[in-house]
């Protein structure tokens, strides 16, 4: 049985944008499942796109999502070199090779020629003309310097059909396909001819990639036929969108994976999500590890309609994932983010401040704004003690504030715990003759100044200390 070998085949165009990586994932995934190899390739034949330091980000996102391959740049492999840049002798050896079994042909049009044959729409459509060149004519153009390009020779009459493993059948009436230029004037290949030369001298089995290829895989296929190799088997997937009428877009500035990571969600849920922008599993289940994934993804369960990239479905899932995290994997990846906090560096004890906002967030970027509080303690409304709920307004705070300061009082600086904290407080609402709101509502109020915190009283009184905490009660009590 012919060995199942997927490819990832990126442009180094910046950051890796989030419908290249589901590529990847879903190459990298089918690959795993089959026992087969997912290999990287480095498509940067067109020179003008080129971005800076974008080969590294491509290697650094792929490693650190998971998304591990087998073959590369970096790493080797049999089939190499794995840069088109580096296998420009390859691609004019079979660029001439396929012309002399008709399948291209020598263009020696300049742009002028070229910009004459535009419709009344402004669309050009090369007309075949150098097809008709002789042997002759072609080799004195050479010898002469001529510049020209090698193009594709698409039959004009019938049509290709193939068969896709998600859309099912596929035909396009040979006509509505153009001479596309294979080889250019430098010698570079083109998109559609290198990597259909590298689809099949690395073996690639199944080709992976969006829907926009659909309608242009015929094109390859008569290459794949007129040099006489297996064609590989296609799986095209659906795009994702940012919404209902705009694709999800590098070149809209629409996130990227290290966009996300950036932003404090986590990478382990923006790759779980990412599988699902496509793919539905048999059952129910959201939450997925990574060999999980590995363990039942299927091609039957992606669909042939668009995703919709949505922002609160990704936060929820990060959210799950922080809670379900091990304390010292979360303390090491949310201490980056603490560190934003006007509450870092002022003595809080950082584990106790992190575990305060750990079931409360969904990224860890969400640290600064759920813990500035505790630095910016100062004058507020007293209407805040006011809650229906609770049955608390100014006169219950006034009566309940120097009860909650004489019990703080009395704990020994040793012994100023959660546990004792919570103990001692506890045992005042009965004392009082209140309900338990009532007395922890406004020690709530009274130690943040605030209507929300990401913790209960005896959190912020414990995280506070015992001198911080009397100050901040004393001080809301001599405002009542």
């Known amino acids: 049985m012919k060995e199942v070998r997927t490819r990832f085949a990126p442009s180094p165009t910046g950051y890796l944008h989030i419908g290249g990586l589901r590529t990847a994932l879903y190459g990298y995934l089918y690959a795993k499942k089959e026992g087969g190899k997912f290999i990287l390739r480095l498509e940067d034949t067109d020179t003008s796109r080129y971005v800076e330091d974008s080969v590294s980000l491509i290697y650094n996102t792929l490693k650190d999502s998971g998304v591990i391959y087998a073959e590369g740049p ?278 106790k401040l992190l575990l305060l906002v750990k079931t409360r967030i969904e990224t860890l970027a969400e640290i600064p704004a759920k813990l500035d509080f505790l630095q910016e303690f100062g004058e507020f409304d007293n209407a805040l003690y006011t809650h229906k709920k609770m049955k608390t307004d100014e006169s219950v705070a006034k009566a309940v504030l120097p009860e909650i300061i004489r019990v703080i009082q009395a704990i020994p600086e040793e012994e100023y715990t959660f546990e004792r904290i919570h103990d001692d407080i506890m045992r005042l609402p009965e004392a009082l003759a209140m309900k338990n709101g009532q007395v922890l509502w406004p020690m709530r109020v009274a130690l943040s100044g605030k209507e929300t915190t990401p913790g209960g009283a005896f959190e912020l009184a414990d995280i506070l200390g015992k001198e911080e905490s009397l100050k901040r009660l004393n001080f809301s009590l001599n405002r009542l």
């Not at 840049?85 to 020629?113: H, M, N, P, T, W």
């Open 74 to 351: 970096d790493v080797g492999g049999n089939y190499g070199p794995y840069v088109q840049s580096q296998r420009k002798d390859i691609y004019k050896k079979y660029a001439e090779l396929l012309v002399e079994r008709g399948g291209a042909y020598y263009c020696f049009c300049d742009e002028e020629r070229i910009a004459s044959l535009k419709d009344a729409n402004g669309v050009s459509r090369y007309d075949k003309h150098c097809l008709s060149l002789t042997k002759e004519e072609i080799q004195a153009n050479i010898a002469a310097g001529k510049p020209y390009v090698i193009r594709q020779n698409i039959p004009l009459t019938g049509s290709s059909s193939y068969t896709d493993l998600v859309y099912g059948e596929i035909t396009v009436e040979n006509k509505d396909m153009e001479d596309g230029i294979l080889l250019k004037s430098d010698g570079m290949p083109t998109y559609n001819f290198a990597n259909v030369v590298d689809d099949h001298l690395m073996a690639i089995s199944h080709v992976i990639r969006g829907t926009e290829y659909l309608s242009s895989t015929p094109k390859y296929n008569h290459m794949y036929d007129c040099f006489g190799w297996e064609r590989p088997v296609y799986i095209h997937l659906p795009p994702i969108m940012k919404d209902e009428h705009q694709k999800l877009s590098k070149r809209n500035g629409d996130a990227s994976y290290q966009d996300l990571v950036d932003k404090g969600y986590i990478k382990e849920a923006i790759i779980n999500y990412i599988a699902l922008l496509g793919w539905s599993p048999k059952s129910n289940q959201e939450k997925f590890s990574l060999q999980e994934l590995e363990e039942k993804f299927s091609l039957e369960g992606i669909s042939k309609s668009p995703s919709i990239f949505d922002p609160v479905k990704l936060g929820w899932l990060s959210g799950e994932y922080i809670k379900d995290m091990a304390e010292e994997d979360y303390f090491n990846r949310a201490l980056p983010f603490l560190k934003k906090s006007k509450a870092y560096g002022k003595g809080y004890d950082e584990k």
